[in-house]
């Protein structure tokens, strides 16, 4: 059995089954990305709801493991070498949970690069774009009389919508035929402009096509279906 006791995490969230992978999450756009491909994969884990709303990425034994203090991490018993490896930030856990089973990533180096690409659009662009524009319109933000910070991001949002409407408009999938990474580091932001910041009226949601069928053809998937309700929120 894997001994997991060197890492401070375990004492604030024990293990019940030390062998598997131990994911520490909460469902949000990006907690959802490693509950979603953990489903597709068809990988063992455990998983341990970590709060946000009460704070409970600040705390010492979390901050062990990720001192950036978000969410998800993973600690898997079985990485590389056979050794424990601890991994936070969303789009590494995805690349490597895709790169150790050798699901939903391409084998072939071209195709590899091109859904890393696609990756790295959603962390460095589509999400955090996302995110702003989430807390000028439904959070604290919403409540400033000066909407041009709201508007700023509006605006680049449904330019980011414009390009994935782009890339989706001759595929059912971000890298073709094949379901990926891509789609999971996607598929949690993109439906919450809609359903959870009600932003579809702000974002012109009703003039797309390709974006809301490809939100439907992940939302049909089991795996996917399950992982966005993984961990069940309090």
Request: proline share 9%.
């Amino acid at each position: 059995m894997a001994d997991l006791t060197a890492f401070p995490i375990t004492r604030q969230y024990p293990a019940k089954h030390p062998e598997r992978l131990q994911l520490y999450s909460f469902a949000t756009p990006n907690g959802v990305k490693a509950s979603i491909i953990l489903e597709e994969i068809g990988l063992p884990y455990e998983v341990h709801l970590v709060d946000i709303m009460q704070n409970q990425t600040w705390t010492p034994d979390y901050l062990s493991l990720n001192p950036n203090g978000k969410i998800p991490a993973i600690l898997d018993p079985d990485g590389p070498g056979g050794q424990p490896l601890a991994l936070w930030e969303s789009g590494a856990i995805l690349t490597y949970l895709a790169e150790k089973t050798g699901k939903l990533i391409p084998t072939d180096p071209a195709g590899r690069y091109e859904t890393l690409q696609w990756v790295f659009w959603q962390m460095a662009a589509l999400g955090p774009m996302t995110g702003q524009m989430g807390f000028f319109h439904k959070f604290a933000g919403k409540d400033w009389e000066d909407k041009r910070p709201r508007d700023r991001f509006v605006t680049e949002v449904k330019r980011l919508l414009g390009v994935l409407e782009g890339r989706l408009a001759d595929r059912p999938f971000v890298m073709g035929e094949d379901f990926t990474i891509a789609d999971v580091s996607l598929i949690g932001w993109v439906r919450a402009i809609p359903e959870f910041y009600g932003a579809a009226d702000l974002v012109d949601w009703a003039s797309l096509k390709a974006v809301p069928e490809w939100v439907a053809r992940c939302e049909a998937r089991p795996g996917v279906a399950r992982g966005l309700t993984i961990p069940a929120r309090p």
